[in-house]
């Protein structure tokens, strides 16, 4: 990795929240399947994120020189009977893709997930999506296939896969 990245946990999410819409805002205008379709407008990107934290949510950011280019989200099954965190939204700003932060996100999220002691991750992505690379080779094992679940830009429906992995 060329670049000093830092990746952080996010509490309070007011002072984040322009520069969190901003990424929102470019990764969807590069086509991606995170839950939204461009246009996103600032202000919706910008509601989205002023009501992201929960006690179920966890959120970490990437930050190169002070700059956030990523995130990535753990939702948090806070059930008693349940081993479980969702891992969602992950997201790279496309300037700063294919070196190895979107790994680095993964890795670290699963750190996160493990210091609540849950061991099941569990996430899905679009079918013909790079991430099902990225996700095999972290070790998620695909489970299966959801069609019609994601919509394109071009508004075209697409399969999901479902992945899941144990952390000992
Ligand atoms: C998916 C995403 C987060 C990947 O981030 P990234 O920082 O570029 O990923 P990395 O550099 O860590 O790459 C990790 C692996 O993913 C795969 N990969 C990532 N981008 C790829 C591409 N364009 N083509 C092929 N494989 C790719 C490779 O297997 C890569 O491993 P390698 O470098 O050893 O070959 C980024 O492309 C993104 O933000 N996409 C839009 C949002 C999205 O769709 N998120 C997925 C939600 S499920």
């Known amino acids: 990795m060329a670049e000093d990245v830092t990746v952080e946990e996010i509490t309070f999410i007011e002072e984040y929240v322009d520069e969190l819409a901003a990424l929102l805002i470019e990764v969807e205008e590069v086509g ?73 996100l993964m890795q670290k999220a699963a750190l996160r997930a493990k210091q609540d002691a849950k061991s099941l991750l569990f996430l899905n992505t679009r079918a013909g999506d790079p991430t099902n690379q990225l996700y095999t080779s972290l070790g998620y094992i695909q489970v299966g296939r959801i069609p019609n679940y994601i919509m394109s830009i071009d508004r075209v429906l697409h399969a999901t896969f479902v992945y899941y992995k144990i952390e000992r």
């Open 32 to 104: 991606s399947s995170i839950g939204f379709l461009p246009s996103l407008g600032l202000s919706d990107a910008r509601h989205y994120w002023m009501n992201i934290l929960g006690p179920e949510v966890i959120l970490l950011v990437a930050t190169i020189n002070e700059s956030i280019i990523g995130s990535v989200q753990l939702y948090i099954n806070q059930k008693q009977n349940r081993d479980q965190v969702e891992i969602a939204k992950l997201m790279i700003h496309p300037n700063y893709r294919q070196k190895g932060f979107g790994r680095l």
